[in-house]
């Protein structure tokens, strides 16, 4: 009997494509389904590998502060607390016109800043995406086409003549990579994340290949400081809202900035700069519990996207939370439960069984009850069938959202604890801080900040409500010119030497 439709209606998804969804009023099928009760006794036994129980984050919580510590302490750590010769926090006076190029996980974002003052600014911008081959080939090239990009983005932006012979533009480079730094202006990629892997690069000084690629296009421009997006979003994010004391990214990549007292980093006592002074330190937190895997409960699906990762061992608390991994994180579920004979019986799952074929904003749709507000689970069977080719019953469709939740929910609790960490570690609680916090995840995940936010309940009982997240400012753009802006006045100051 062909199935009857009862209602339709079309979704535009984040990629920019329309997805139709339709509904039946029946669910009788002529393929093999897998039962209410069958999906039901399967969800029992991921809620308890995915469910993380308030006394294990506190151990979590635990460890982490024990590792921000050692990060501080010695060069060289998994977690390399990276200290970023950024000093202070901005007054919100900064003004001034400073461009910024932003290499992020997805595309190339190049920014003209015109900081006003007052916490104010406005901002033009041109969005470049990346392709997966210019991810992988050789470093300089990469940088080349930033250059390319920056190039025409000035003569699109700048009327001719507007810029004076031998004038040069202040340039802020986001590069959002944990890089050491010995200056403002200069950062050693340590390694690759998120995917990239663009050879001659690591153990170089990416701030030193960018000047070159500049110097090919011959642009009027000079390089003030190579930024991190945690520490841009920390300085943009406090410019307009001065509670702010840590910033967070939740994106393809996952990480962490605050600002810590020059005296309680050890490792760089030798500099002699003022104990009381301040800097952002940019956490690279993602690395916490890499190669060793002692303390996160890592289940076989988060091994195996380790294993099959280009960088096994490494970001193991990035792998479990940041928007790059969760789709693939249900997708392996979902196949291992067709490998059993459970789901899909006589379809051709080909299509679903191509790694990383399960996009993370998927989990956001299907968990989004606004754009899905029948029984039917309207979204999921569009997904399915118009992605994957795939029918789906109800008791299924209802199975793979109470999936999506379980793993979109642990990735928030994994995020607090990270939060809870540096909280604890400065102190914060009682007075309560406000969280800058940005990323696809943190602005598009629905019910990724609740969950967050409860996370910090289970972990600090009611006070854990002091510590508020905020969808941030645009640090690797805003944060980026107003950190070139204080960089500017620090050398106009002669300030000390380590700008
Ligand atoms: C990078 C960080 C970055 C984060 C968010 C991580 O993979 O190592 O430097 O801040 O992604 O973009």
Excluded at 218 to 232: E, F, M, Q
Excluded at 239 to 244: A, G, I, L, Q, S
Excluded at 420 to 434: H, N, P, Q
Aim: charged share 25%; glycine share 10%; hydrophobic share 35%.
């Amino acid at each position: 009997m062909p199935a009857s439709r009862r209602g339709s209606g079309s979704v535009t998804l984040p990629s920019g494509q329309t997805l139709a969804v339709h509904t039946r009023t029946q669910d009788e099928e002529d393929l093999p389904h897998a039962t209410k009760k069958t999906m039901a006794d399967h969800l029992r036994k991921y809620e308890s590998l995915f469910t993380l129980t308030p006394q294990r984050m506190r151990m979590i919580v635990e460890a982490f502060k024990d590792t921000l510590e050692l990060g501080l302490e010695k060069h060289g750590q998994i977690v390399p607390m990276i200290p970023t010769y950024v000093f202070g926090w901005p007054t919100g006076g900064e003004t001034g016109d400073f461009l910024a190029v932003d290499l992020g996980g997805t595309n190339l974002r190049v920014c003209l800043v015109t900081l006003q003052g007052n916490g104010k600014f406005e901002i033009t911008q041109s969005k470049y995406r990346l392709t997966e081959e210019q991810k992988q080939e050789d470093g300089q090239k990469l940088f080349d086409f930033c250059a390319e990009c920056l190039k025409l983005f000035i003569d699109t932006n700048f009327e001719p003549g507007s810029i004076k012979d031998g004038e040069l533009l202040p340039l802020g480079f986001t590069f959002s990579y944990p890089c050491t730094q010995d200056r403002i202006d200069h950062g050693v990629l340590i390694r690759w994340t998120k995917g990239f892997g663009a050879a001659n690069t690591e153990g170089r000084d990416v701030a030193e290949m960018f000047r070159q690629s500049l110097e090919k296009q011959k642009l009027p421009v000079h390089l003030t400081a190579i930024i991190n997006d945690t520490t841009g979003t920390l300085i943009a994010s406090s410019y307009v809202n001065p509670r702010t004391k840590i910033a967070v990214i939740f994106g393809t990549g996952c990480n962490a900035a605050y600002m810590e007292r020059v005296g309680d980093i050890p490792k760089i006592k030798n500099l002699g700069i003022d104990d009381d002074a301040e800097m952002v330190i940019n956490c690279e937190w993602g690395a916490f519990d890499s190669f060793e895997h002692e303390h996160l409960p890592r289940t076989k699906y988060d091994q195996t996207i380790d294993e099959q990762s280009n960088k096994p061992g490494e970001q193991a608390f990035e792998k479990l939370i940041s928007g790059r991994y969760l789709g693939e994180i249900l997708r392996l579920v979902i196949c291992e439960l067709i490998d059993d004979g459970v789901l899909f019986l006589g379809q051709n799952t080909y299509k679903l069984e191509i790694p990383y074929a399960f996009d993370t904003a998927f989990l956001s749709l299907m968990e989004r009850h606004v754009f899905d507000p029948t029984e039917e689970l309207l979204m999921i069977i569009g997904i399915f069938s118009h992605f994957f080719a795939l029918e789906t019953t109800l008791a299924e469709r209802q199975f793979f959202r109470a999936l999506a939740k379980l793993v979109g929910r642990r990735a928030a609790r994994l995020s607090s604890c990270g939060i809870a960490a540096i909280v604890s570690r400065k102190g914060y609680l009682e007075e309560g801080c406000a969280v800058g916090a940005d990323g696809s995840l943190y602005n598009k995940y629905p019910g990724f900040a609740e969950r967050v936010h409860e996370g910090l309940q289970d972990i600090f009982g009611d006070k854990g409500r002091n510590i508020i997240t905020y969808h941030a400012e645009d640090g690797s753009g805003v944060g980026s010119a107003i950190i070139a802006a204080m960089t500017k006045i620090r050398k106009e100051r002669g300030l000390h030497a380590h700008v």
